[in-house]
DNA sequence: CGCCGAGTTGAACTGAATCAAGAAACGTGG
DNA sequence: CCACGTTTCTTGATTCAGTTCAACTCGGCG
């Protein structure tokens, strides 16, 4: 089975001599969540990030005709956090659920911040992060003004590949913006186009 | 006129009792920006982040069919930058164009990375527009997931009722997502709905 | 006065949604 | 390991929101 690890990873990208952090980061509790159990719910503070060991999470809201709308998957070796509701302490809009049995490890965020005040290579990482976050979700934007359900696709089979493969296609429809019946539509669609091109 | 100041919103957000910050502030470059003049072009880096004093400026792509899409305006008070060109030293997808006569104070980008990490109190406030930042993003990939072109203009009303008034209605359009001929019709029907009511 | 760009309106069109029904795949318990 | 119920995916017919293209109106400005 895929699994990631928080400690590996940060070793890999913090530089991690300092005796304080390494402590802070092995004694973080790391649980196990069964598949469509909650990691947060509408109307809750967000109050950790989480890292995915082992599973695959969804963020998601729930517009008020009962739609749902995916803004991640957060596979191994992923974070999510609502950083609106942690950072401005609000309640939250969104989901995140198990969409398998996963492992996950808790960080306060508040234990985020003040690692950040307190070590400069964490402080970095950190950065690093929320400049990843926002590379994201501004490409998402522009995918979503400018392109179609079928180019949409595209880029996603191109920047997740794998999820394809362990994600119902009901959720990357969602994901998408787009009803499961016009995905399976689009990739009928693509199908017959890519036969017509042999 | 409406104006803004960097120095002022700086003293407001963050603790300024530092004088090596006070410089770096004071020797920033503000310089005027013609209406219609490019402060980054598709393909340039990010090299600065843009604080408006006056006017306003929009940031946007261009789509292969030469359509363009809005990714934020801003107006006095604001900043714009290409995070994702200016963090990871990328070729910027993007433009950023003065809509009206515009004053604007250029921060080199490494100067806003190199404080954060000599002031503990700047750091907390680049973080903390980060977050802002994010909390935006989200908000508006939500909102293109889940709402009409109606619910989409009517949210854009009620967090930018000022912009609506400086900025052509194409542009905010484009802005939402939708041509300029739907975003009329759009208002049309809002204001026959709006005389039915009374 | 006449031009020009921005906004509006109309008519035809289209990409995607909806609703409904059937087929395939999946997991769980017997 | 099969049988059954449940969820996921597909397909068809219809509707609808938003696009496209074209013509027209209006207000500002040289």
Redesign the interface.
Known sequence: MNSSNLKTFLTSNVDMDEQIIREHIENLKKIQVKKGNFLLRQGDVCKHSFFVEEGLLKYY?I?EKG?Q?I?QFAPEGWFVVD??SA??NQPS?YFIEALEDSVVTMIDVDMFASL??HN?SF?LFN??L??N???H??????L????TAEERYLDFIRIYPDLLLRVPQTLVA?YL?ITPESLSRVRKDLATKKHQKQ
Do not use: T
Not at 137 to 142: K, V
Not at 144 to 147: E, F, G, P, R, T
């Open positions: 809201s517009d739609k709308h803004l950083r609106e950072f401005f809009q950040s005040l400069q402080a950065n690093k929320l400049h976050h926002i590379r979700l501004q490409n998402r934007i522009n979503l003004l400018s392109a969602s913006g």
